[in-house]
């Protein structure tokens, strides 16, 4: 993964001065007494301000502002090795939809300069495997679960839904809106408001925890579409899914991936995602999570200042999987320097007066 390499090396050239240099320290045997508990907080040796970095999110407490984005991160087990994983905020597993998908046929995954197209076709172990096999290691966690829902029609999404509903352990569901409804033609729920009200009122009715819903940004106005998901329901909302892009070989004249296109993830589309935060951020009063490019603190920061109440982190797992833990703590030493708790950093941009204000 050369050119994801690359990238690190960039990230890490960028960083701001809010990041940590110290490395993780990782125990991933670390017993957990009181698990969904909230972690106390140390205090600071120079000044004693002991700054506060959990975030209320429809109800649900999280410790800290950062989550692991779904498709990245596997059903969470497979970093247990890695890195503690009790020091997240959350992990969003997989898409899961009622029954098992095989995924789409490799190649499903190119690099680019700048991120990843990826066309995985949401490959999961379907509803009923997960409560058997993947939950109960979830559930010994102290880190939130939330699971991510999709299907192909309405029906599917409430199904899955159903079934997921008989698990315990779950802190919410993110649905994932960006699939096509086979039943209309392949009109894709998250690019249609009234496809997006049908859907997430279905599903919203059929959910026993809370519902964040996960928009597309592959459409003209993406406020149209939050505001639609407000209406309908939606608990908070996490934003967004990936960009559609597609890469050639030019030797062969094929397509990078078996799918032709693919979703673009990554530093490439941070600007554009920020922007999509900032602008739903004033149109809905829901909460909302920020995802799209994060690897640093100083990224994630700018989601919250946005208007976010957390982030996601993604491509950045694949090639540093302690990204995650390293925005974390960059985030509580830029709190802890100035002064000031992550609720008060919300959507605390100072806009100038004038013209595009």
């Known amino acids: 993964m050369a050119k994801v390499k690359s990238q690190k090396s960039k990230a890490e050239n960028r960083k701001s001065k809010v990041e940590t240099q110290s490395p993780i320290r990782v125990n991933p045997k670390s017993k957990i007494t009181n698990p969904k508990s909230p972690k106390s907080s140390v205090k600071s040796a120079d000044s004693g301000f002991v700054p506060r970095v959990d975030t209320l999110i429809a ?11 779904s498709g990245t991160f596997g059903y969470g087990r497979e970093f247990a090795h890695l890195i503690d994983l009790n020091l997240l905020g959350g992990i969003v597993v997989k898409g899961i939809s009622a029954e098992p ?28 495997k997960f409560l058997d096999e993947k939950l109960p290691f979830l559930r010994t966690l102290s880190t939130r679960c939330v699971v991510n829902v999709f299907g192909y029609s309405t029906e599917d999404y409430v199904r899955a839904i159903e079934i997921l509903n008989a698990g315990e352990g779950i802190d919410a569901y993110e649905l994932n809106i960006s699939c096509p409804n086979t ?11 009234k496809l997006t009200e049908e859907v997430v009122a279905a599903a919203k009715r059929a959910a026993r925890f809370p519902l964040f819903v ?3 940004p592959n459409v003209t106005d993406i406020t149209v579409l939050a505001r639609a998901a407000e209406a309908a329901g939606a608990d908070a909302l996490t934003m967004v899914n ?10 062969t004249r094929t397509p990078r991936v078996s799918n032709v296109t693919a979703g673009l993830s990554g530093p490439a589309i941070k600007p554009v995602a920020l922007r999509m935060v900032y602008q739903v951020a004033r149109a809905v009063k829901i909460p909302i999570v920020g995802i799209g490019g994060i ?47 992550l609720s008060d950093l919300v959507g605390s941009l100072r806009v100038p007066n004038g013209p595009g204000s």
């Open 214 to 216: 996960k928009l597309s």
């Open 101 to 128: 998908m095989p995924g789409n046929r490799p190649p499903r995954i190119y690099e680019t300069e700048s991120g990843m197209l990826n066309a995985i076709g949401l490959q999961n172990v379907g509803a009923r």
């Open 183 to 193: 039943r209309c033609g392949g009109m894709v729920y998250g690019n249609d408001p």
């Open 295 to 341: 690897a640093t603190a100083e990224d994630a920061l700018e989601y919250i200042i946005a208007g976010a109440r957390a982030v996601q982190v993604g491509t950045a797992n694949f090639y540093a999987p302690e990204t995650s833990l390293r925005v974390v703590e960059g985030i509580r030493e830029f709190c802890r320097r100035k002064l000031t708790h």
């Open 242 to 251: 990936t960009f559609v892009g597609m890469a050639i070989d030019i030797e």
């Open 59 to 69: 109800g649900v407490h999280f410790d800290n502002p950062v989550l692991t984005a």
